[in-house]
């Protein structure tokens, strides 16, 4: 298999470790001038196109959000010929249709982050790129995602804002009423810099969100702690939805 002829990368978050039903799948260790990446980048066949899959907090969930070589990651696949990717990550319910659960293709989002390295272009010898960043998901490649979820009956939210937050801890009541008056209508760790990074190596990026929780203050019981043990119940039961969307929009 060549890796050149790679038709699109899934970059998985939490509880997605591995992409099911990979076929012909072969590793690759991909070193980069920024380092490392998360995981090795694992490159087969699905519906007969070359997907590479990486896991963004490693194969047994070992970096943090604000830990996670997110330019040695998009390098990486930058190396093998991605020129697609989607990433998929797991994130807090804000907006009252974004339960647990939830898939969403959002369209937009804000960054919360500090400290993030979120440019190729802070190191010598890179040029300076002004990324134009006003759409940070890729229509075209949204549509896609869309379009495939409809085909395998797959309920989605279409569009939705995606706040990234600096993590490892889960964001208060405070900050969450702050993030909806600023217009989020999701929360999670991981949304940034990899977009903005895919956007500086041109290439097509878009996210498919899942709900694993209301965020701090939301929902039906808005008082109710929120259960790490019911995030991993509802990240396995959603994710599990996932593939079938990847296979819709490769079988095009």
Not at 20 to 37: D, I, K, N, Y
């Amino acid at each position: 298999m060549n890796p050149a002829a790679i038709d699109l990368a899934v970059i998985g978050g939490t509880g997605v470790y591995a992409f099911p039903g990979l076929q012909h799948a072969r590793r690759h260790r991909v070193s980069t001038r920024w380092g490392e990446p998360s995981s090795a980048i694992v490159v087969g066949e699905v519906e007969g196109k070359c997907v590479a899959f990486l896991a963004r907090h490693g194969e047994g969930h070992t970096l943090a959000p604000h830990r996670i070589n997110y330019r040695a990651n998009i390098d990486a696949l930058h190396e093998l010929g991605v020129r697609r990717v989607v990433g998929v990550n797991a994130v807090g319910g804000i907006r009252e249709d974004m339960g647990p659960r939830v898939l969403a293709i959002p369209d937009q989002l804000i960054d919360y982050t500090t400290g993030r390295t979120s440019s190729f272009c802070d190191a010598e010898g890179e040029a300076v790129l002004h990324a134009e960043f006003g759409e940070p998901y890729t229509e075209s490649l949204r549509r896609g995602l869309l379009e495939a979820a409809h085909r395998a009956r797959i309920a989605v939210v279409a569009g939705g804002c995606y706040g990234t937050t600096q993590g490892p801890r889960l964001e208060t009541r405070a900050e969450i009423a702050r993030m909806r008056r600023d217009g989020c209508d999701l929360v999670g760790m991981t949304g940034m810099p990899e977009a903005a990074l895919a956007r500086e190596r041109g290439q097509d990026y878009a996210c498919i969100a899942v709900v694993a929780n209301w965020a701090a203050g939301c929902g039906p019981d808005p008082d109710a702690p929120i259960s790490l043990e019911e995030i991993h119940a509802h990240l396995a039961a959603a994710t599990g939805q996932v593939p079938a969307i990847v296979r819709a929009l490769l079988a095009v």
